[in-house]
């Protein structure tokens, strides 16, 4: 079965046969293994073996998944053929109006603002690290465009939810 993977700004077609997993052309034995009732799993590509944690997003919709990884957070959405599909012909029927808000995912603590206002920015670029958990996360731009807001500074205790900064979206690369 194939499935489209965006990770960022980047999209990998990915077939799954049984075992043998195809990534952009290159064909692996792959196997992952839940660890008892949860989020831990086992991944094993090869002869390489990596314990990760992958739990569904609290928001975005089906197919979005938070991965963490040797302590590394990646969001990621995961697509099946006729999912993209349904979400490539709906993307033109409704777009939001006015500036996109990159909101906090958990609560936690801003540690850095890697832009400012007026700063222009392409689609997986960092805008935001936050720390939860003992975790650094970095929340990326969704699309390009220009900041038009910054709500936070570094230091600020957020909640999930809050507002962090808006973005207006450009529909040129930058």
């Known amino acids: 079965m194939k ?3 965006y990770i960022g700004a980047k999209t990998f077609e990915v077939d799954l046969d049984g075992q043998r997993v195809t990534l952009d052309g290159n064909t692996v034995h792959a196997h992952i293994d839940r660890i008892a009732p949860g989020d831990l799993h086992v991944l094993r590509i090869g002869d390489t ?3 990760l944690q992958a739990r569904r997003a609290a928001e975005g919709g089906r197919g979005r998944y938070e991965i963490d990884v040797d302590g590394h957070r ?3 959405e995961a697509l099946d053929e006729r999912a993209r599909a349904i979400r490539d012909l709906s993307r033109g029927v409704e777009r939001p109006a006015g500036p996109a808000r990159l909101v906090a995912p ?3 603590l801003v540690v850095r603002v890697n832009v400012g206002e007026g700063d ?3 689609a997986g670029q960092g805008l935001v690290v936050m720390e939860a ?3 650094e996360n970095e929340l990326k731009a ?3 465009g220009v900041v ?3 709500v936070v500074t570094p230091g600020s205790a957020v909640e999930k939810g809050a507002v962090l900064l808006e973005l207006e979206a450009t529909h040129e690369s930058t």
Request: glycine share 4%; no cysteine; aromatic share 8%.
């Open 106 to 108: 958990m609560p936690g």
């Open 133 to 135: 958990m003992k975790m």
């Open 3 to 5: 499935y489209y993977v």
């Open 74 to 76: 990646v969001a990621v």
């Open 142 to 144: 969704a699309t390009a």
């Open 148 to 150: 038009r807001r910054v």
């Open 120 to 122: 222009r920015v392409r």
């Open 49 to 51: 073996v990596q314990r």
